[in-house]
């Protein structure tokens, strides 16, 4: 069992930065896919970002290349997602999940078993 807790979102202007966390409690997440999701009101799931420690290439969605980034720490406990450039349209609750490795497509939130509570992100124009 892998529980989640996100933090660091919050209310922030067009063009700003916020860095999630996802931190892990009881365990690493060395042997796990940890991805980033996220949902605004009215619209489905939608995938931001994915990487797994043992490769570190990180996956990202169209819609966020070369504005966010994820990574982890050393302790292999706590992932992030650094946001930059920040538009209004990236207002959503964000969930941070993870999964074992492999099986299934690591775009698709069902794949991914453990979730966390979200955290708000609103981006103000």
């Known amino acids: 069992q892998v529980q989640l807790v996100e933090s660091g979102g919050g209310l922030v202007q067009a063009g700003g930065s916020l860095r999630l966390s996802c931190a892990a409690s009881?365990?690493?997440?060395?042997?796990?896919?940890v991805g980033w999701f996220r949902q605004a009101p009215g619209k489905e799931r939608q995938f931001v970002a994915s990487m797994r420690w043992s490769t570190g290439t990180p996956r990202y969605a169209d819609s966020v290349k070369g504005r966010f980034a994820i990574s982890g720490d050393n302790a292999k406990t706590t992932v992030y997602l650094q946001m930059n450039s920040l538009k209004p349209e990236d207002t959503a609750v964000y969930y941070c999940a993870a999964r074992s490795s492999y099986g299934g497509s690591v775009y698709e939130g069902a794949s991914y078993p453990y979730w966390g509570q979200g955290t708000q992100v609103t981006v103000s124009s």
């Open positions: 009881g365990r690493t997440l060395s042997g796990y896919r």
